[in-house]
Nanobody, 112 residues
Framework: QVQLEESGGGLVQAGGSLRLSCTAS????????LSWLRQAPGKGREFAAA????????NVADSVQGRFIISRDNTTNTVILQMNALKVEDTAVYYC?????WGRGTQVTVSS
């Protein structure tokens, strides 16, 4: 089993930026596609961004297109979600997922 740990969340004003990290343990990290999902209060978990195992291909949700960038470094077992031009509606707990395992999430709160 792979353990995923998210970090980097916090409180930021609208228009600001945050950089989330997902660090994984396990020797299969470099073979795994990885995703960021988020769950806003009172809502279900939704897709935010994904990256293939090689890092060559990425995909982001329409709602964050042009603002969020996903990247990875397989030498450090880390996936990064750079979030720019944050909006109040980006407020959520952000989770890292490899298709099987989940981290505990990191809270992102955007104030107006």
């Amino acid at each position: 089993q792979v353990q995923l740990e998210e970090s980097g969340g916090g409180l930021v004003q609208a228009g600001g930026s945050l950089r989330l990290s997902c660090t994984a343990s396990g020797r299969l990290f470099s073979n795994s596609n990885l995703s960021w999902l988020r769950q806003a209060p009172g809502k279900g978990r939704e897709f935010a961004a994904a990256i293939t195992w090689s890092g060559v291909s990425t995909n982001v949700a329409d709602s964050v297109q042009g603002r969020f960038i996903i990247s990875r470094d397989n030498t450090t077992n880390t996936v990064i979600l750079q979030m720019n031009a944050l909006k109040v509606e980006d407020t959520a707990v952000y989770y890292c997922n490899n298709g099987f395992d989940w981290g505990r999430g990191t809270q992102v709160t955007v104030s107006s």
